[in-house]
């Protein structure tokens, strides 16, 4: 009785076609396709971590050991919240897939080297246990969860979320990535040599450098564009982002700032300088190549990212020029989020077959 | 080189073919018995004409066509029938059969020859040669091929494609045949043409079969075969599906919901093209292929000419199958060949493959979707089949329909990407037997 139940043997009673001894073994008859591609989803984070790495080594040579200690808080942080909660709501285990490990690195990037650890704490507790895990865990957020913690911190912390520093690190630099200006961040700082006029004088040359290189005051990870290039590079490379919405994404701001550059013409040095500034500062790479692109909460629609990465790209431009923000880059993305839906809807690829008849 | 044929979408899985793509193919000796199914094709079962205790030589006529879209069956070995009913199938259930003992005579009874040149024959004489001889897909959607020769008059064709991209991994039992039986494939598709009234042929081989490329294109230098060319295509799977083989070489689009004519096509295997030529020139019909038995837990992969109605048992024996290590065996190839529940199910006629493996993949999904949309890049027919999935668990089956479920070919491209290892192809049959289950219903009330 008991080994009818345990083992199935194929072929029960029927009579044997060759007469052979027949071996006894199971056979599965799980359904097609019986062959998987190798990568798994922990395979896809553990990458996204490692291209992150480069942006990481950069926060440390510039901003010091403090900014390696804040991503460290952030990380643990946020991996325990969503241990904490899968626990106590009796889910599967869920912290394996890395995906909190991600959002953790991500908080951190985007918050100033100098803010409270404990505010860091809040602010991955936040992202994890609210924007992620009260909506249905990996997969079922519908913004994306630093960019939330982000923006919770700013609501609750103004003051401690704009508290920068310049780069102290084992590379010192200005605040500015400009010499002499030690006052505020690139962005800010462009704010006010517009209102007062004084951008038509300014020396990109120097400064352009310091942003391409991360030698500027800002949050921990953002500031040096080559470093994330370099991450971003490992991305495509592993096929884990594509081009289309960090191009157009950077392309839009790039573009929307040279049209509206403000010396009144198109080609002059500082016509281009201008966009070049905008498009390498405030955190655009950090956002084009690493939370605009976040699997979950872009659309899955290939034409659907175009729009998705225009309207982040729009609004970039909006909230940077009109709004009172220096940057704008993370509330463009939470906003492009709200509205992946939609657009996921109206961008449905066209289907093989449809309408086309012969020839 | 010449120019190169695709699609977009599709994978690349690894091809696993270098165990067999080298293996001439042996001859499988017919076995003491045979279990032929009435139903080894699309459209109505045979019906038996044969009876316990009846006296049959090979190629003897079995079971007559049940219809129009239907194909005659016909007896692999000589000997006695030992009984009608029903058998084991390789998909899975249990078919009518006719199982025969070989007395082990080869007695052959062949179809009535034409008694004219095959390039003398109407169109008609032809087809129905065809028919009698129960030939059906090679590939292995076994339709049956005097119906797809058959287009109606408002659909003219004017492109014949031959089919040997065998785009499935491990397979090469169409590669085998197009190495070996070369002249007797461009026979059949010469006739094919004249029986189509093709103004074009083409005949797709993917690149990662080079050999095969290099002999037919000779081969095709000869005046006789100035309207059939050779399209490369890209190594690619599903290359193979109709659809994609059409809209490759020749970039234009099957309608959705219709079938290759409504394009102007008509796609044939070669394996059917060669049964073809066998049935006109030979009076043959169709009672053994080509069956390539591979795997990982396999000592000796081969490429067999198998008779109908052997046992599959049988074969994994002959190629020393390490039952012990196995965890499965698939008729067909890995991508969506069908798992085997009985080994003493028979080979039939789309049998292109015995796959034997050792690890299983997972049944039930590791981790949630990620909206990643590596299924989306990977489906040929450009569906979202992560959304289908969703749609479908919540059984929301309107939604799903408007995504346009129908369309899909279950070709299994999107759950090979999918890294959260979600059985996305599970979901979209389920989803399309609750749609047809509704629209049953619906007409019914």
């Known amino acids: 009785m008991i080994n009818q139940t345990i083992t199935k043997t194929e072929n029960g009673e029927k009579k044997l076609a060759s007469g052979v001894e027949k071996a006894k073994f199971q056979l599965n008859l799980s359904s097609s396709p019986h062959i998987r591609h190798p990568e798994t989803v922990p395979d896809i984070m553990r990458w996204v971590v490692i291209a992150l790495c480069p942006a990481l080594i950069a926060s440390l040579l510039f901003f010091g050991w403090r900014a390696i200690f804040l991503t460290c808080v952030s990380v643990s942080f946020a991996v325990l919240t969503e241990f904490i909660i899968t626990r106590l709501t009796g889910k599967p285990k869920s912290v394996g897939d890395f995906s909190a490990v991600i959002t953790g690195i991500l908080l951190a990037f985007n918050v100033s080297p100098i803010l409270p650890w404990w505010m860091m704490a809040l602010g991955s507790i936040f992202s994890i246990g609210v924007a992620k895990m009260a909506f249905g865990g990996l997969g079922s957020n519908f913004i994306n969860p630093a960019l939330a913690g982000r923006a919770f911190l700013m609501a609750c912390y103004p003051a401690a979320m704009t508290s920068w520093s310049a780069p102290q690190g084992i590379i010192k630099g200005t605040l500015s990535g400009f010499d002499g200006m030690t006052s505020a961040t690139p962005l800010a700082f462009f704010k006010t040599a517009v209102r007062d006029g004084s951008i038509a004088n300014l020396n990109f040359q120097d400064a352009l450098m310091n942003l391409f290189v991360g030698n500027v005051g800002g949050c921990i990870g953002e500031t040096s564009a080559i470093a994330l290039l370099i991450g971003a590079i490992i991305l495509w490379h592993k096929k884990i982002i594509g081009f289309r919405i960090p191009f157009i994404y950077i392309g839009t701001v790039f573009l929307l700032f040279w049209l509206f550059n403000g010396t009144g013409n198109l080609l002059s040095q500082t016509a281009i300088a201008i966009p070049l500034f905008q498009i390498l500062s405030g955190g655009l790479f950090l956002g084009a190549f690493f939370m605009a692109t976040d699997m979950v909460t872009s659309p899955i629609t290939p034409g659907g990212k175009v729009y998705f990465a225009l309207g982040c790209g729009i609004l970039t431009f909006i909230i940077r020029k009109f709004g009172g923000y220096p940057e704008g880059v993370s509330y463009s993305i939470l906003i492009m989020n709200l509205f992946v839906p939609l657009i996921e809807r109206y961008t449905r690829p066209s289907i093989y077959g449809k309408v086309r008849k012969r020839g | ?445």
């Open chain 2, 1 to 445: 080189m010449s120019r190169r044929f695709t699609f977009k979408g599709g994978i690349h899985p690894p091809h696993s073919k270098a165990q067999t793509a080298r293996l001439s193919i042996e001859v499988f000796p017919a076995p003491g018995k045979v279990i032929i199914p009435l139903q080894q094709h699309i459209g109505a079962p045979a019906k038996p004409v044969v009876k316990r205790g009846d006296r049959v030589s090979i190629g003897q006529l079995i079971g007559e066509a049940g219809g129009f879209v239907s194909a005659p069956v016909h007896s692999s070995v000589s000997g006695t029938v030992l009984s009608v009913g029903p058998f084991p199938h390789p998909m899975g259930k249990q078919v009518i059969g006719v199982e025969i003992e070989n007395d082990s005579a080869e007695e052959k009874q062949l179809l009535s020859p034409l008694n004219k040149p095959w390039r003398e024959a109407a169109q008609g004489e032809l087809i129905q040669m065809v028919q009698a001889a129960g030939i059906v897909g090679m590939g292995g959607a076994s339709f049956p091929t005097h119906v797809k020769l058959s287009p109606p008059s408002n659909k003219p064709i004017d492109v014949l494609i031959i089919n040997g991209a065998e785009c499935e991994p491990y397979l090469t039992a169409d590669h085998r045949l197009m190495l070996e039986r070369t002249e007797d494939l461009l026979t059949g598709v010469l006739i094919l043409k004249k029986i189509l009234g093709a103004k074009k042929c083409f005949i797709g081989i993917e690149e990662n079969k080079p050999d095969a490329i290099k002999l037919v294109n000779k081969l095709l230098s000869d005046s006789l075969y100035k309207d059939v060319t050779l399209a490369r295509l890209g190594a690619k799977y599903p290359q193979g599906g109709e659809k994609q083989l059409i809209n490759a070489v020749t970039g234009r689009q099957v309608p959705s919901g219709g079938l290759p004519m409504d394009a102007g096509c008509v796609v044939q295997n070669v394996g059917t093209a060669v049964a073809v030529r066998d049935a006109i020139l030979g009076g043959i019909p169709l009672y053994e292929r080509v069956v390539t038995v591979t795997g990982p837990t396999v000592k000796n992969p081969k490429n067999l000419l198998v008779r109908i109605g052997t046992p599959i048992r049988l074969l994994l024996e002959a190629c020393e199958v390490d039952f012990k290590a196995t965890q499965k065996v698939i008729m067909g190839g890995p991508m969506m060949g069908i798992a085997q529940s009985d080994l003493d199910a028979p080979v039939i006629k789309s049998t292109s493959g015995l796959l034997v493996y050792d690890k299983v993949q997972p049944a039930i999904r590791e981790y949630p979707c990620i909206n990643c949309g590596r299924c989306v890049a990977a489906c040929p027919i450009h569906l979202v089949p992560s959304r289908l999935a969703k749609f479908i668990e919540k059984e929301s089956i309107d939604e799903a329909m408007e995504w346009n479920i129908m369309d899909c070919m279950e070709c299994g491209s999107c759950t090979y990407v999918c890294p959260s290892k979600i059985n996305l192809v599970h979901y979209v049959k389920l989803g399309k037997f609750h749609a047809q289950a509704k629209r049953a219903a619906a007409t019914n009330k």
